[in-house]
């Protein structure tokens, strides 16, 4: 009766030992597909601007640089599938089928990596062009917004408090549109290797701004007083 217990015992724990490495390895497996499933799906899409460009471009050069590590967990699981088989443990269809099309399926996710590389270098060589213009015009446009501000803010007391805070607020409003073009810009000058233009003139106009503010901030103060 003793032995039976024991051997009882120990077909349990094996049981408990295969189930449990049985739903690791199943987990393991089915990751590897999803990871492949969702960057096949992402890689596939066509970049439409500077931003998505870049995103898709650094998930290309990460799932690269992750490749053999990737590659490193089939042998292991493999292998323990084999063990699971020795030990007579049932798997379902589907997880057979996802063991036994991983290396075809990662065989076409290589394939799926150079088609994108290639993809993603038209792309980006056709905004280069787009880019390197929309540099330029935004360069042309800070440098009409500071003459503008030259010719129009209320460097003098010939206006009145309500205008001068006005046309204060209009050219603040305008600095603030500069401020969030060059923040989009800048998702592309990594891609293309170029620098911002010069922000002088963006600048320039910051602090002009800033010291007016305060001016007419008091004259409205001193003004609401007396």
């Excluded at 724990?13 to 449990?20: I, M, P, R």
């Excluded at 020795?86 to 057979?96: A, G, H, L, M, S």
């Excluded at 007016?212 to 409205?220: P, T």
Aim: aromatic share 6%; proline share 3%; net charge negative.
């Amino acid at each position: 009766r003793l032995r039976a217990s024991l051997v009882l015992h120990c077909i349990e724990w094996q049981k408990l030992h295969t189930d449990l490495l049985n739903r690791l390895v199943r987990n393991q497996l089915e990751g590897l597909h999803q990871m492949i499933k969702d960057n096949t799906t992402t890689l596939s899409e066509r970049p439409n601007n500077i931003g998505r460009l870049n995103e898709l471009l650094t998930l290309l050069q990460a799932l690269k640089k992750k490749l053999p590590d990737t590659e490193a967990q089939f042998e292991p699981i493999e292998n323990q599938y084999a063990l699971l088989h020795k030990f007579e443990v049932r798997i379902t269809d589907n997880e057979q089928q996802l063991l036994n099309t991983l290396q075809s399926v990662w065989a076409a996710f290589l394939q799926t990596l150079k088609k994108a590389e290639r993809s993603l270098n038209i792309s980006s060589n056709s905004m280069e062009k787009d880019f390197r213009d929309a540099l330029k015009d935004f360069a042309a446009a800070c440098i009409k917004l500071r003459e503008d501000s030259q010719n129009a803010l209320p460097y003098s007391d010939d206006f009145t408090i309500e205008k001068a805070c006005a046309i204060n607020a209009t050219f603040t409003e305008r600095l603030k549109e500069k401020h969030e073009a060059a923040l989009v810009l800048k998702d592309g000058l990594p891609i293309f290797h170029m620098t911002m233009p010069d922000d002088k003139p963006l600048t320039e106009l910051e602090a002009d701004l800033n010291l007016l503010d305060r001016v007419w901030g008091l004259a409205k103060s001193w003004d609401e007083k007396w």
